[in-house]
């Protein structure tokens, strides 16, 4: 498992969802390919309203590796380019009050954010640009500038799905289906 991610937080409240992720117009951006997925990344967070403090700053990357939010992140539609656009832009990992099970779903069988679940509200302990460390070997969040230890939930079965690359890699390199790539060789 990717034990430790650190990094500036990005914060945002209750009950985002996957339009405010990546609005619908980007949906046409097909991930698999390398020149879409960066895009796709480039446009992630585009949908939060106005006023709201910018993912992306420069380029097609965020510089936020860790997501704090609230409850019931990523709800709304079940379409697998919210973690995927949030992983493209370089985020590793979200840690929320809870998740829509479908965003939660997603981030592990596409294998691009660690979707960790806090045991009570830490949202209110972050601002947007705090450096955090996230011990997911520990089940904690150190938010850097106050020196405040959160404990998280652990993240149990999804751990290794997301740390393979995904549900089919980790099905690959567990044996459940055959690697095609072995064939091929």
Do not use: W
Request: with cysteine; aromatic share 8%.
């Amino acid at each position: 498992m990717a034990a430790v991610i650190e990094g500036p937080v990005f914060v945002v409240g209750d009950n985002i969802d996957t339009d405010q992720i990546i609005p619908a117009e980007y949906l046409n951006l097909v991930p698999t390919i390398p020149e879409e997925y960066r895009k796709l990344g480039s446009h992630a967070f585009s949908g939060l309203p106005d006023g709201s403090f910018p993912f992306i700053t420069e380029g097609d990357r965020s510089r936020y590796r860790i997501i704090v939010a609230a409850r019931n992140f990523g709800c709304g539609s079940s379409r697998e380019h919210a973690p995927i656009a949030l992983g493209a832009a370089g985020a590793r990992a979200v840690v929320a009050e809870s998740y829509a099970r479908i965003f939660f779903r997603n981030c592990v069988a596409t294998g691009e954010l660690y979707p960790v679940e806090t045991p009570s509200r830490i949202v209110d302990n972050f601002v947007t640009g705090d450096g955090a460390v996230l011990d997911l070997s520990q089940n904690t969040l150190l938010n850097c500038r106050t020196g405040s230890l959160f404990p998280l939930k652990p993240l149990g079965e999804a751990g290794p799905v997301v740390d393979a690359g995904g549900l089919f890699n980790y099905a690959r390199q567990t044996g459940m289906i055959p690697d095609r790539r072995d064939a091929n060789r």
